[in-house]
């Protein structure tokens, strides 16, 4: 599978209707940007059951502030729905292989348990209590 063009308009529909989406945020002025282009076609042709988006940040501005996207490259990797991986810099082809490797192997279960469990404990420290009775938590 080649890469789909993602802009604001089809991320939401995109992230929710794919198992693994994996995302390329870039600018055709930025140099390492054009060297790792290649690499994310190559693994777009070797993975056809994942889906491979590219964002060009010049024409998709909203979505990359949504991101907070500030250097180029950027690969964000969801899976689920759930945002797994988001790092600036251009991989070697062998990284993006072991990275897709790791994503496929995630127990997506517990990766949801530990998300439940974060927010729990989030709200906890958001009231600065430790099971305290006054608060109910």
Not at 111 to 122: C, G, S, Y
Request: charged share 25%; with cysteine; glycine share 8%.
């Amino acid at each position: 599978m080649a890469t789909t063009t993602m802009s604001i308009d089809n991320f939401q529909n995109t992230i929710e209707n794919n198992a693994i989406v994996l995302i390329d945020f870039w600018a055709g002025w930025c140099g390492p940007c054009k060297m790792f282009g290649p690499v994310f076609e190559k693994a777009s042709e070797k993975h056809p059951d994942i889906t491979f988006a590219k964002v060009d940040t010049e024409a998709q501005g909203d979505l990359a502030s949504l991101f907070g996207i500030q250097s180029i490259p950027t690969l964000a990797i969801f899976r689920d729905g759930i945002l797994l991986y988001r790092e600036a810099g251009a991989l070697p082809e062998a990284g993006l292989e072991e990275l897709i490797g790791q994503v496929r192997k995630l127990d997506m279960d517990k990766v949801r348990a530990d998300i439940e469990k974060q927010k729990a404990e989030e709200t906890v420290d958001e009231h600065n209590c430790e099971g305290c009775a006054g608060c109910g938590h």
